[in-house]
């Protein structure tokens, strides 16, 4: 049996060597295949599209393979794209060879392009790949200083169970056919908000393949926080982007922070 800080010292040291590249690089194979209807395209192109304007800026952090970036581009923005995995870009550049979306390699804190932009998106939980709470605010910072008096900043993420995950891991199976199966092993700390794990796949034309992935998750009001300190407001909270309410059942949210324009007095 493992104490409380027993099981914490355990996920710190699971994912040893485990950096900001190891997601993309690990899971840009297989991303668009596993990914591609996660959420609703559309409706994503449609409200950056109304948050960024006629021929609007918009910035994607964790673009990936382009999923969204190049159809909001090809709806007639300004995309500019950021991602740290190279795998990532390559396959948004086989998506978009016409070159739509701008790509920027590199951190999306510490290397965001300069500004300003009408509209930011982080989608799909992408705010919580920034691995501890100092990073995830200097993020809202950094993009704070990028945005445009009046922008909007969009946070897509899951709500995070407080009160009914506890400390503990699992194993299941993710998918299942006559030639592969991939297994999900996971580990989960309330105490530090991080969970980690591993997509294990096994086929028999590739034998053993892993995928890992690291989170540090946050919870609506804490994202508020962060938000609030960088000098962005909450303007608006959904439970997705077609724009369902949000209430205290959501499991997700998007969530559109705004930077206030200068006063005029």
Not at 151 to 179: K, M, N, Q, T, Y
Not at 219 to 224: C, F, I, K, S, V
């Amino acid at each position: 049996m493992y104490g409380a800080g027993d099981f914490r010292d355990r996920i710190l040291h699971l994912m040893r060597g485990y950096h900001h590249r190891s997601y993309g690089e690990a899971i840009a194979d297989i991303y668009d295949e596993w990914y591609e209807d996660v959420t609703d395209v559309a409706a994503t192109v449609e409200r950056m599209a109304a948050l960024a304007g006629p021929n609007g800026s918009v910035l994607e952090l964790g673009v990936g393979t382009g999923r969204l970036a190049v159809p909001m581009a090809t709806a007639g923005a300004r995309v500019v794209g950021i991602d740290s995995s190279e795998a990532m870009l390559a396959k948004l550049a086989e998506r978009d060879p016409a070159g739509t979306v701008e790509t920027v390699h590199g951190h999306m804190v510490d290397d965001l392009p300069d500004g300003p932009f009408d509209a930011v998106l982080v989608a799909y939980n992408t705010i919580f790949n920034l691995l501890d709470a100092d990073t995830q605010r200097r993020c809202f910072e950094a993009v704070a200083g990028r945005l445009a008096p009046g922008g909007a900043f969009v946070v897509e993420a899951f709500v995070p169970d407080i009160h009914g995950s506890g400390a503990g891991s699992d194993i299941s199976v993710r998918s299942l056919a006559v030639d592969h199966v991939v297994l999900s092993v996971s580990v989960n700390d309330p105490m530090t908000q991080r969970a980690e794990g591993q997509f294990v796949q096994f086929s028999e034309a590739g034998g053993v393949r892993l995928r890992p992935w690291s989170i540090r998750w946050a919870t609506p009001a804490e994202l508020d926080a962060m938000a609030a300190a960088a000098g962005l407001g909450l303007s608006e909270r959904f439970t997705d982007m077609v724009g369902a309410p949000f209430d205290d059942d959501s499991v997700t949210h998007v969530s559109v922070y705004t930077k206030e324009p200068p006063s005029d007095r």
